[in-house]
């Protein structure tokens, strides 16, 4: 079933250490976006990439590291995890285009938590 | 800045009653207008979307008119059924050469309960 892969599932981990959520596309989406979902704020966008090799930063990318090595994946790297992190991560896919509106698709989302 | 906002939940109907959910935004251009629903435990998915002033969109049932005049994109559906249970995000993107497309500005979301 064609779609995105989040892992892990769930986590639990202690400030300061480095934690890596990988997230995975096989829709051959050109753009990749995380975004993290916290109670009464919605999404924000954490960082994007609009094809391999790109990146960018989105409303609230300090804490946070992306890298676009291909098509397929999105890795998001907390190099030093603090409370404040702990979220639901969610990661997104669209067909970049100039013809209007372009419709994002969701992985299940990753919660994380920062003790 | 662009900005979403969505009435305050949560929201709790019985089986068969009237919905609304309001949404108002501030953008600089001409933004697209999405509604987003996640159900319990899930990512979020697509309801539905309009493009251009005066555009309806529609899908299972639910309703929103993009009002330019009023810079509004309400939810509507005449009969909620227990199933629509979830969580209602309204969000716009911007048309900027392309690259601004899928970075949406979300809503906080609108929590709604349908009992039988």
């Known amino acids: 079933i064609a779609g995105i892969t989040q892992a892990p599932t769930s986590q639990i981990l202690a400030a300061g250490r480095r934690m890596t959520l990988r997230c995975t596309q096989d829709?051959?989406?050109?753009?990749m976006y995380w975004y993290r979902q916290d109670l009464g704020l919605g999404l924000r966008l954490i960082h994007y990439?609009?094809?391999?090799?790109?990146?960018g930063k989105g409303e609230v990318p300090d804490g946070y590291s992306v890298s676009r090595a291909n098509t397929d994946d999105f890795p998001l790297t907390l190099a030093s995890a603090v409370p404040s992190q702990t979220s639901v991560y969610f990661c997104?896919?669209?067909?970049?285009?100039?013809?209007?509106?372009?419709?994002?698709?969701f992985g299940a989302g990753s919660r994380l938590t920062v003790l | 800045g662009n900005s979403v906002t969505q009435m305050e939940g949560p929201v709790t109907l019985s089986e068969e009653a009237f919905l609304t959910i309001n949404c108002t935004y501030t953008?600089?251009?001409?933004?697209?207008l999405f509604w987003y629903v996640q159900y319990p435990g899930e990512g979020l998915q697509l309801l539905l979307k309009?493009?251009?002033?005066?555009d309806k969109g529609s899908n299972k049932g639910f309703e929103a008119t993009y009002r330019k005049e009023t810079t509004s994109f309400h939810l509507e559906k005449g009969s909620v059924q227990v199933s629509d249970s979830a969580v209602y995000f309204c969000?716009?993107?911007?048309?900027?050469?392309?690259?601004?497309?899928?970075?949406?500005?979300f809503g906080q979301g609108t929590i709604l309960t349908v009992h039988p």
């Open positions: 829709m051959r989406h050109n753009a």
């Open positions: 997104a896919s669209s067909r970049e285009g100039h013809s209007g509106a372009n419709v994002l698709t």
């Open positions: 990439s609009n094809t391999a090799g790109t990146t």
């Open positions: 309009a493009t251009k002033a005066d």
């Open positions: 953008a600089t251009g001409y933004p697209s």
């Open positions: 969000a716009l993107s911007l048309r900027a050469g392309g690259t601004s497309y899928g970075k949406l500005t």
